[in-house]
């Protein structure tokens, strides 16, 4: 039998920001504060590795209140009737069993109501054991979207020409995440 392992993503220490391009030559950030995940790796062949997330849309922070808002709008988000974005995989490609290894997780993204596929390139950090007993790995990603594919569509034209916010949005995560003990794995069942 696959030795199969489940971790759990540490919002603490997980970081996931995004980056567009506003009035075509200035790059803004945000990131999302609120995160729950599990990845599920199995061992011996990690292509049948999974991970499901979900961010608190309304979580986003860009620094600039009014453009937090905004982007939590109708124009955007639209939070109020889509309170999450949902990422699960559909399968892993590559072996990352050594820090600096690369693989690819493909899967599924919800934002809006609407999922389209993505490829997310990805870099194993490393694994070990935390000070307070337990065990923890790392992983950063990166993937650009379209973001009119999930109805984000809202824009200005410049005068100057050009638009006033990106279509291309980039996407980076660093993820840390603690294995799940067997205790854990029992209460949970």
Same mark, same amino acid.
């Given at each position: 039998?696959?030795?199969?392992?489940?971790?759990?993503?540490?919002?603490?220490?997980?970081?996931?920001?995004?980056?567009?391009?506003?009035?075509? #030559?200035?790059?803004?950030? $945000?990131?999302?504060?609120?995160?729950?995940?599990?990845? %599920?790796v199995d061992e011996e062949d990690p292509s049948r590795?999974? +991970?499901?997330?979900?961010? *608190?849309?309304?979580?986003?922070?860009?620094?600039?209140?009014?453009?937090?808002?905004?982007? %939590?709008?109708? *124009?955007?988000?639209?939070?109020?009737?889509?309170?999450?974005?949902? #990422?699960?995989?559909?399968?892993?490609? $590559?072996?990352?069993?050594?820090?600096?290894?690369? #693989?690819?997780?493909? =899967?599924?993204?919800?934002?809006?109501?609407?999922?389209?596929?993505?490829?997310?390139?990805?870099?194993?950090?490393? %694994?070990?054991?935390?000070? !307070?007993? $337990?065990?923890?790995? $790392? #992983?950063?990603?990166?993937?650009?979207? *379209?973001?009119?594919? !999930?109805?984000?569509? !809202?824009?200005?034209?410049?005068?100057? =020409?050009?638009?006033? +916010?990106?279509?291309?949005?980039?996407?980076?995560?660093? +993820?840390?995440?603690?294995?799940?003990t067997e205790k854990e794995k029992q209460e949970a069942?």
């Amino acid at each position: 039998m696959a030795n199969k392992t489940t971790w759990q993503l540490d919002p603490a220490h997980t970081n996931t920001e995004f980056s567009a391009k506003h009035m075509m #030559f200035t790059t803004v950030r $945000g990131h999302f504060t609120d995160l729950s995940g599990t990845i %599920r790796v199995d061992e011996e062949d990690p292509s049948r590795s999974s +991970v499901e997330v979900e961010i *608190d849309a309304s979580s986003l922070d860009t620094g600039v209140e009014d453009r937090d808002n905004h982007l %939590r709008s109708g *124009d955007f988000l639209d939070v109020e009737n889509h309170p999450k974005l949902v #990422f699960k995989s559909k399968r892993v490609e $590559g072996s990352p069993r050594e820090p600096g290894d690369r #693989f690819k997780v493909i =899967g599924d993204l919800t934002i809006r109501g609407n999922t389209h596929e993505v490829t997310l390139e990805a870099e194993y950090q490393g %694994r070990g054991p935390d000070p !307070w007993g $337990g065990e923890r790995t $790392g #992983f950063s990603a990166s993937t650009t979207i *379209d973001r009119r594919d !999930w109805g984000l569509t !809202w824009n200005k034209a410049l005068e100057a =020409g050009g638009i006033l +916010v990106s279509n291309e949005v980039k996407i980076e995560l660093d +993820v840390q995440a603690v294995k799940e003990t067997e205790k854990e794995k029992q209460e949970a069942a």
